[in-house]
């Protein structure tokens, strides 16, 4: 009996390593400019920022936006999206998006996390769907109204939100460019201050308290999201994440799915891998032969979870 629970808790620690290691490495990988990499032009459905300039991959929603923006049929971004939610699902999601691998950090900080109900639950997983279509709508219609020649005026009234109406407010973009870039400019001010003592600090104060109305916004959407991540782990990839929103649209045609033995599971008759699952799958109400949930990430905790080893991933 002792050895299995060790055998199990070395199965589970393997695939969290695992998972752990991937996401740690391709969150160094996409920011590897900063190790003299050079950036490719490849657009993955992962929320990173397009605007920051040690990035080595595309944002595929970012650069759908702006070549929507451009009069230009989003082709590369598309396919990006139908062909990783096609073949592996939400994968990305749960193995290689830095923002994903942020929130399942910040899980870590608290030991007991917030319940939510079922019923807010499932109110709140359709609310990143309507801020995919709110994006898909304002890039959509400028695009073809300026590819009929008579988009300026809403162009205008559009103003910041006319090129990348998410990235202006997404928290995202918030921790990859726009705070890295605070801190960089301290690089060069605070040896100046050192050898001048000119009041430099009160500088870098007005000029961080003269920043736009669109600055603090996106600084107050960026801290809800990270105190929400804390509480609630994996709260943005579930209730706000337009990424998330398409490719969990996407999942549920996924070639990549789960698939869960009703003689291993009936054995047992616990919830465990329901209990692990961070984005509240109901595992036991679905299918036995497959099931490709919209949610699902693949992360894999309910594989670990199952004592039995009921549950294993199934392709195609
Ligand atoms: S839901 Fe969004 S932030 Fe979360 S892992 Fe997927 S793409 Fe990344
Ligand atoms: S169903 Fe399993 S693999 Fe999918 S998100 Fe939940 S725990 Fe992870």
């Known amino acids: ?29 996409f920011n590897a ?18 605007w920051t300039p040690q990035k080595t991959v595309v944002d595929a929603l970012s650069a759908l936006q702006l070549m929507l923006y451009e009069v ?10 139908l062909l990783a939610a096609i073949v592996l699902g939400r994968v990305t999601c749960g193995w290689i998006c830095p923002f994903g691998f942020i929130q399942d950090l910040l899980g870590y900080i608290k030991r007991r996390h917030s319940e939510v109900s079922l ?19 304002i890039s959509g219609s ?3 109204l300026l590819a009929a020649g008579i988009g300026a005026g809403y162009e205008t009234a559009l103003g910041a939100f006319a090129s990348a109406p998410f990235d202006v407010l997404s928290p995202s973009n918030m921790i990859f460019t726009t705070l890295p870039e ?25 000029g961080i308290l003269s920043k736009p109305i669109l600055f603090w916004v996106q600084l107050t959407i960026m801290m809800g999201v990270v105190v929400l991540g804390v509480y609630i782990p994996r709260s943005w990839c579930q209730y706000l994440c337009p990424h998330g ?16 033995d009703p003689v291993k599971c009936a054995k047992v008759g616990c919830r465990a891998c329901v209990d692990v ?27 670990s979870a199952c004592t039995t080893k009921a549950i294993r991933p199934k392709f195609p």
């Not at 050079?38 to 990173?48: C, E, G, K, R, V």
């Not at 699952?277 to 594989?303: A, Q, S």
């Open 33 to 50: 400019v900063v190790f003299g990499f050079q950036p490719w032009p490849l657009p993955l459905p992962i929320l990173h920022s397009i």
């Open 245 to 260: 929103a398409a490719l969990a649209f996407l999942n549920r045609f996924s070639f990549l799915g789960l698939k869960r």
């Open 72 to 81: 230009t049929f989003p082709w590369l971004p598309v396919a990006s999206f």
């Open 277 to 303: 699952c961070p984005m509240k799958v109901r595992i036991l109400e679905l299918p036995w032969e497959k099931f490709t949930d919209p949610e699902c990430i693949y992360c894999l905790k309910c594989v």
């Open 142 to 144: 400028l695009s073809v």
């Open 119 to 137: 019923r807010t639950h499932d109110g709140m997983v359709k609310v990143k769907y309507g801020v995919l279509l709110i994006v898909l709508f």
């Open 182 to 206: 605070i801190v960089l400019e301290t690089r060069y001010v605070i040896p100046y201050w050192l050898e001048t003592g000119e009041n430099i600090l009160g500088a870098i104060a007005n």
């Open 1 to 29: 009996m002792q050895e299995r629970a060790s055998q199990l808790r070395n199965f589970v620690f393997r695939i969290e390593t695992a998972r752990k290691i991937t996401q740690f490495l391709c969150f160094l990988l």
